[in-house]
């Protein structure tokens, strides 16, 4: 309430204002912005959209902020969430990394490459002498069942 009756009896009252601030819904709405962004700010992590893999794999230690290689369904090869072709890659690489060799970079492959690209894309990043180099995968989840055993075999096998 706005104010408050001063003085209730014999007649005469007059209203005085409350000089009080309900904080009450100023504590309710940043509480609820504050778990809006804290649910959202990990979602934020890369641009590229990227469908990763599914594997039981346990995640690795991170000791360094590693590099991001990122390859979409259409092959096109990012560093950083920036656009980049593959022979430039391994020079912009070694100018982020400062000559650091054994820095850590992460190559994230949209499930849709083939098995070729992605070791193309490997290859060239170890041949510019940085030994550090992993997959990642969607550890959410765990990769495509086996074929059960009596099931057919894939066309053009023998």
């Keep these: 309430m706005a104010g408050g009756m001063m003085g209730r009896g014999g007649g005469r009252g007059r209203y005085k204002p409350l000089a009080e601030i309900n904080v009450t819904p100023l504590v309710d709405v940043m509480l609820v912005l504050l778990i809006i962004f804290m649910v959202t700010a990990p979602l934020m992590n890369t641009a590229v959209n990227v469908d990763l893999p ?5 995640p690795v230690n991170n000791d360094s902020e590693p ?4 390859v979409n369904a259409q092959g096109q090869v990012f560093l950083m969430d920036q656009a980049t072709e593959l022979p430039e890659l391994v020079a912009k690489l070694t100018a982020i990394a400062k ?5 850590r970079i992460f190559v994230r492959g949209d499930k849709a490459n083939s098995y070729g690209r992605m070791l193309e894309i490997m290859g060239t990043i170890i041949q510019g002498g940085f030994t550090k180099v992993s997959l990642l995968t969607d550890p959410s989840g765990a990769a495509a069942p086996a074929a059960a055993p009596g099931a057919t ?3 053009g096998r023998g």
């Design 67 to 70: 590099l991001n290689v990122s």
């Design 153 to 155: 075999k894939p066309p």
């Design 99 to 103: 000559e650091q060799k054994d820095r």
């Design 54 to 58: 599914k594997t039981t794999a346990s």
